[in-house]
Every structure is written in structure tokens, then in C-alpha cells.
């Protein structure tokens, strides 16, 4: 079965999420990325340039096929994108509001939550999606620790 990951008060989603690819990327997982479309050009951006000492590489869903055979992260708006036909990834990452359809077909799927109250509210109910469909959650609170006396 799926194993489902909140990542949840996540206060810049992307630099999150930059951070978060990079790490599993590190691991040698390949991830496909899903999200809204404003949402993924501006991960796009943020991958180029978010260190000058390390290169991410990455592709949209539309790139060509042996383009996408090669790449570790891909970015779609759908995890059923035709063009990802044949393509295995073994981690699916959601940056978006709604429940990803085929995402039981990964063996990791992590959802990315911020912390603003549209995003909070959207997050609980995928999560209850999941719950309701016996998926064990594992929970990831990205609070920042209060400061210490």
C-alpha cells in the first residue's frame, strides 16, 4: 500500500519543496511532482536557481519522451499525464489542492502543506480522503520551535 507523508506548516512551499527534491533526489529516488499550473512554473524557476552550487534536474511532463526517460523530477499537472505513460517513479509529490488521481499507484506519496488557512483547510481534506480509505498518515509538523528562555 501507498505510503502517505504530510509534510504540514511548511511556511514557503517552494523552497520547501526545493529542498525536500533535493534530499530524495540524493537518495536516488525519481519524483514526479504535481500541482497547479502556476504552481509548477514557479517550482520550475525556483529549481534553476535556488543554489549556485547544485543543479537539480528536472523537465515538465511536455518534454519529449527521451527527455523524460532521463530526468529524476518531473513536473506534471497530473500524475495520469499520457505523456508519463511507461515512465516509473517511485515518489509522488503534491504541491496542490486537490487529491491526485492514481496516486496509489507510487510506493511514497507526500503531500505538501503551508501554513495559510486555504491551504491548511485543503490539506485536512485530502487527509481525510486518505484516512477514510485506510492509508496509514505519517505526520511531518514543520512548526518553527518557539524560542527558547
Not at 71 to 99: F, H, K, R
Not at 120 to 141: F, I, T, V
Request: aromatic share 8%; glycine share 8%; hydrophobic share 40%.
Amino acid at each position: 500500500m501507498t505510503e502517505v507523508e504530510f509534510h504540514y506548516n511548511v511556511s514557503d512551499k517552494l523552497a520547501y519543496s526545493c529542498r525536500l527534491l533535493r534530499k530524495a533526489r540524493a537518495g536516488g529516488a525519481r519524483l514526479l511532482v504535481t500541482g497547479e499550473p502556476v504552481m509548477l512554473a514557479q517550482l520550475d524557476q525556483m529549481l534553476w536557481t535556488f543554489s549556485g552550487t547544485e543543479f537539480l534536474p528536472h523537465c515538465r511532463s511536455d518534454a519529449v519522451s527521451s527527455t523524460l526517460a532521463l530526468t529524476p523530477i518531473v513536473l506534471a499537472s497530473s500524475a495520469l499525464d499520457p505523456a508519463l505513460e511507461g515512465q516509473a517513479y517511485g515518489v509522488l509529490v503534491n504541491l496542490g489542492q486537490g487529491v491526485p488521481q492514481g496516486f496509489e499507484r507510487f510506493e511514497r506519496f507526500i503531500e505538501v502543506v503551508s501554513s495559510s488557512p486555504d491551504d491548511r483547510q485543503a490539506g485536512r481534506d485530502r487527509w481525510n480522503h486518505y484516512k477514510e480509505r485506510g492509508y496509514a498518515l505519517k505526520r511531518h509538523d514543520l512548526t518553527p520551535s518557539a524560542p527558547s528562555a
